[in-house]
């Protein structure tokens, strides 16, 4: 059930960010980042617990989050405020 919610949502948030010819490009970038992320992940994370128990592993999981969240609005600000690098901007250029 929840891999059914995660995969369509975030399918089209990655299907959305690059322009509509590079679409497929970007849907197979996000796949195959999530596959990457999937299958070593677990054996991190894993690790992690193994070396030093399940309050780190949950701090540094909440962190990575963190982390990912402000890159990715960082970069949607920028991609905003430079001329070109949004969808439109780029559909204007072809």
């Known amino acids: 059930m929840a891999h059914g919610t995660?995969?369509?949502?975030?399918?089209?948030?990655a299907a959305e960010r690059f322009h509509p010819l590079r679409a497929g490009q970007g849907l197979s970038l996000y796949?195959?980042?999530s596959a990457l992320g999937m299958s070593i992940?677990?054996?991190?994370?894993?690790?992690?617990?193994d070396r030093?128990?399940?309050v780190l592993m949950f701090l540094l999981a909440g962190l990575?989050?963190?982390?990912?969240?402000?890159?990715?609005?960082?970069?949607q600000y920028r991609s905003r405020?430079?001329?070109?690098?949004?969808?439109?901007?780029?559909?204007?250029?072809?």
């Open 52 to 54: 030093t128990g399940y």
């Open 6 to 13: 995660y995969y369509a949502s975030l399918s089209s948030i």
């Open 41 to 49: 992940g677990p054996p991190i994370w894993g690790a992690i617990v």
């Open 31 to 33: 796949l195959s980042s």
């Open 64 to 75: 990575s989050i963190a982390a990912g969240t402000c890159v990715f609005v960082v970069s």
């Open 81 to 94: 405020s430079v001329p070109g690098l949004t969808a439109e901007g780029a559909s204007r250029r072809e």
